[in-house]
């Protein structure tokens, strides 16, 4: 059997082992970039969606045996399974384009934003869709405006997880989308993203919103007070959002 072939036995019959293989296909991947055809990205995606389903499960059992003995064995496996998934991600973002069934994997990457509260999954996420989003000629998959909305809002989970890390590395991605000159015409969909940013628990971050939201309002004060009354909140509706609005009318009573 050749190397290819010990790798696709293993994507095609998902096990304890398939780890060591797709450690194995990332390694060969980063030097012999033709490695990856359409039956290894075929299969890829197949145990991808094998192995994130028995991820979900882990997760499941590592809550339900948190007093157990066990636990330690079991935080171990599935942190070793995100670290698999991080190679599947990456491996796909590299490969995939928009002639493949790149919404499949879409799909898992949604799920995974949704319930995965591992840091290295997350991470490897938000930096897929950072390069997907900007276009910095990494990938050749082009996400459509509604997959990128859709991705971003999901994203609005880190904000609870308590990772600031994480929180902030999206934070940056809505920063940069609103901070452009031109900015496409489905930012107005993105404004709950843009909202959460003004409660950041980071001062430096918190200021950076204000800013960009000061400078697109009126700066009379009768306007502003105007504006903010009509503005739509609906993505603070579950915190005391007066704060913010409080701080956008300070700003120019100081001036």
């Given amino acids: 059997k050749t190397i290819k072939d010990y790798i696709l036995n293993g994507l095609q019959h998902v096990s304890h082992s398939v780890h060591c293989q797709v450690g194995m296909l990332y390694v060969i991947d980063s030097h012999l970039n033709f490695f990856v055809d359409n039956t290894v990205l075929l299969n890829l995606v ?8 028995d991820y979900a499960t882990l997760s499941i059992s590592r809550q339900a045996s948190r007093n157990n003995t066990r636990r330690r064995e079991e935080i171990e496996r599935y942190l070793n399974v995100g670290l698999t998934i ?35 999954v997350l991470k490897a996420i938000i930096n897929i869709a950072s390069k997907w989003i900007f276009n910095d000629g990494t990938y050749s998959l082009k996400l459509s405006p509604k997959e990128i909305i859709n991705l ?15 929180y ?19 930012l107005v969909k993105l404004q ?27 700066k009379s004060l009768p306007i502003r007070m105007q504006c903010l009354l009509s503005q739509d909140w609906d993505g603070l509706s579950d915190s005391f ?5 409080l701080d956008l009318l300070l ?5």
Wanted: positive net charge; proline residues 1%.
């Fill in 241 to 245: 959002w007066l704060t913010q609005a």
């Fill in 86 to 120: 991080v190679d599947c991600i990456r491996l796909l973002a590299k490969h995939m384009n928009n002639n493949n069934d790149y919404r499949s994997f879409i799909h898992t990457l949604l799920y995974l934003i949704e319930k995965s509260s591992d840091e290295n």
């Fill in 251 to 255: 700003t120019i009573i100081q001036q």
């Fill in 168 to 186: 902030k590395a999206y934070l940056d991605i809505i920063l940069k989308l609103f901070s452009q000159q031109n900015g496409p015409e489905w």
């Fill in 46 to 53: 197949k145990a991808t969606h094998k192995i994130v389903s």
């Fill in 152 to 166: 971003l809002l999901k994203m609005k989970r880190l904000e609870r997880l308590g990772n600031l890390e994480l």
């Fill in 192 to 218: 709950k993203c843009f909202m959460i940013g003004l409660r950041c628990n980071d001062k430096v971050y918190r200021d950076k919103f204000i800013a960009i939201f000061h400078g697109s309002m009126k």
